[in-house]
């Protein structure tokens, strides 16, 4: 998918005062970075590409091959910290980078972020994503920086395999500090219900998803058609996801702070699908409070977001991304 063709560059012309640096540094930052991360033994490969990242392959726990993208920071400026954020798995990660500048990615390394995308190996299921995948890859990335501060960010249905993660490993129940914040954006959980869009997509048979839904994708994707949504990623709700009844106690536990990010008319993750997980998340455990955040006219927003608006919609960036990162920092 060639998202470059679809993002619109609303930001455009707006040069950043590290303008230099991000020209002639990056280079520099790329070479030391493959320097440390060749000097660990679970890595087996790193390569610059145009899409200004290093990409680091290994593998997890049971051999399955992985890959990281590393995208570094472009501005040295403030104390922040390091993301660590999951591929959408329902469409092409590089919706997440592809921009030189409307992206969301590119937002979070302007402002000092380091952001490694865990890609998703094609055919895994939700949990194995979660529960194995990203903790090894977590594991390797954290074992290669020197980051004090750590953020997990969950995007689209990725936010599914964070979620698997938490419930799975050393978040349960315990005082570890290992992760400071969580953050779904554009995330779905619990699709159990009987008219939940899982249970619609039983029937789908084309590898697109858009190709056979006209009229649900229009709500989808707003003015952006086109992008392909995998049918199989969709199809696979119904069984895998997160039933917030089954794992009450599991959600109830977590003790890492987080905030809930969905659209008001995201028919992908609506907020449906979030609620009856939101509303057990933490409850008897974490430090605070779960949060839940909606870009909408109520909201002093100019639409009510639909799921890829949060992706590409310009008050993505000038609005939500500012909003996110406060909560991040505090």
């Known amino acids: ?55 680091v392959t290994f593998e997890d726990d ?37 921009s030189a500048h409307d992206s969301f990615v590119n937002w979070f390394t302007l ?9 998703y190996p094609a055919g895994m299921s939700y949990a194995d994503y979660g529960r194995l ?41 315990s005082n570890t500090t290992d992760v400071d914040k969580v953050f779904f954006l554009g995330s779905g959980f619990d699709y159990s219900y009987p008219s939940s869009l899982a249970y619609k997509a039983t029937h789908f048979t084309a590898e697109n998803y858009c190709e056979q839904n006209t009229e649900l994708c229009i709500g989808l994707f ?8 995998s049918a199989e990623a969709v199809r696979r709700l119904k069984s895998e996801s997160i039933s917030a009844a089954a794992n009450a106690d599991r959600l109830g536990s977590i003790r890492v702070p987080a905030i809930f990010v969905n659209g008001k008319i995201d028919n992908l993750c609506p907020s449906e699908t979030v609620f009856p ?16 955040y909606q870009p909408s006219e109520p909201n002093f927003y100019s639409r009510d977001f639909n799921h890829l608006d949060l992706f590409t919609h310009k008050q993505a960036f000038s609005k939500l991304y500012p909003e996110l990162n406060r909560y991040l920092v505090e």
């Open 277 to 292: 997980v939101f509303e057990k998340y933490g409850r008897s455990g974490s430090r605070e409070l779960p949060r839940f």
């Open 111 to 119: 402002r000092g972020v380091n952001v490694w995308l865990v890609r």
């Open 1 to 55: 998918m060639k998202s470059e063709r679809i993002l619109k560059q609303g930001l455009a012309g707006k040069k950043h005062p590290s303008a230099f640096f991000q020209r002639w540094g990056l280079g520099l930052i790329l070479g030391l970075a493959a320097m440390s991360l060749f000097c660990s033994k679970e890595v087996l490969n790193l390569r610059q590409d145009k899409t200004r990242s290093a990409l």
């Open 222 to 229: 707003g003015a952006l058609p086109g992008v392909a949504v």
């Open 62 to 98: 049971r051999g399955q091959k992985g890959e990281i993208l590393f995208f570094p920071r472009t501005y040295a400026g403030g104390d922040t910290y390091s993301m660590i954020i999951t591929a959408p798995v329902a469409f092409d990660d590089s919706l997440l980078y592809s």
């Open 133 to 173: 995948h990203l903790k090894s890859a977590i594991e390797k990335i954290r074992k290669v920086s020197k980051s004090d501060r750590w953020v997990v960010g969950g995007m689209s249905l990725g936010g599914i395999a964070v979620m698997e993660y938490l419930m799975q490993n050393s978040y349960v129940g």
